[in-house]
């Protein structure tokens, strides 16, 4: 059974639409790669699975579900209790997301404290531990310091200890390791892929990087537009993709493997903004409708790869 299903999830800002009918699923020890330019809804779709999305935007349709419980996508302590127990995040923006006043070891220690799950001074070992496997140098010593002292690099993985550190059954990465070096951004994705392996954990990993969807991801999931437009086992979506967008990253995956997807600015601004764009087919097929329901084709942003008009939709 899957441990997070996310069934034609829509958000809005006022009138405009911003993720639309996006349907995906993650089962337990299982890593899922969500991928697509810049813009396309990614993290917005991993802040509602968290509860956390921006005072301007609203879940206006579909469904969350965790454990096969409903969440409740508007926040309240119901998420709270959930996040830090179930569910973690390591977030796009590091810096941003730490407590400026607060002390590093204390923050990577709060949630095993907040959730019972350890004594304060068990909570601070462990928060030193766990910010050494991250790779912070004289971890002892940086716990004490606050987020200002520290890198963007280091921030990002205080960030990481924080949300690894409660051994979450679902962790969703949004971009986890782009300010990191190579070495570092390894270590890593070692750990979170230990953590898979060893604990059953699920991953939801957004990443612009190929290299790392090739090497970590079980499955693909890639948004366009807002919508998801192709998912399924890595294998298949690398060996032949289906859509236009998959088979542009695909062509691209060499340059993606190396550099941030801010470097592909050229690519990017060829793609539309969310609810500008193409119709897709809707995620779930009709009730009477056939196993793959037709859905226009995007036009490719490379200008350079012919197809027919349709193609199936992996996802109905
Ligand atoms: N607070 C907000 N108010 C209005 N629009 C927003 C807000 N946050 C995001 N958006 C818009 O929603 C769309 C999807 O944003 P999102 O952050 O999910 O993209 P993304 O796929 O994560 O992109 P990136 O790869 O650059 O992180 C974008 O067009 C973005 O401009
Ligand atoms: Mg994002």
Sequence with gaps: MSLLEVTDLAVAAGSLQLVDGVTLDVRPGEVVALVGESGSGKSLTALSVMGLLPEALRVTGGSIRFDGAPVHVTGGRDMAALRGNGLAMIFQEPVSSLNPLMPIGDQVAESLIVHGRATPSEAAKEAVRMLGRVGIPDPERRAHQLPAELSGGMCQRVMIAAALISRPRLLIAD?????????????????IRDLAREEGTAVLMITHDMGIVAEMADRVCVMYGGRVVEQGRVEAI???????????????????????????????????????????????????????????????????????????????
């Design 238 to 316: 690398f060996g032949q993709p289906s859509h236009s967008i998959p088979r542009c990253c695909c062509a691209r995956s060499r340059a993606w493997t190396t550099r941030p997807s801010r470097s592909c600015s050229p690519f990017r601004a060829m793609f539309p903004a969310p609810g500008t764009g193409p119709r897709v087919a809707a995620s779930r097929p009709a009730a009477t409708g056939p196993r793959h329901s037709a859905m226009p084709r995007p036009p490719c942003p490379m200008g350079r790869i012919a197809w027919p008009a349709f193609t199936p939709c992996p996802r109905a």
């Design 175 to 191: 971009e986890p390791t782009t300010a990191l070096d190579v070495t570092i951004q390894a270590q890593i994705l070692d750990l």
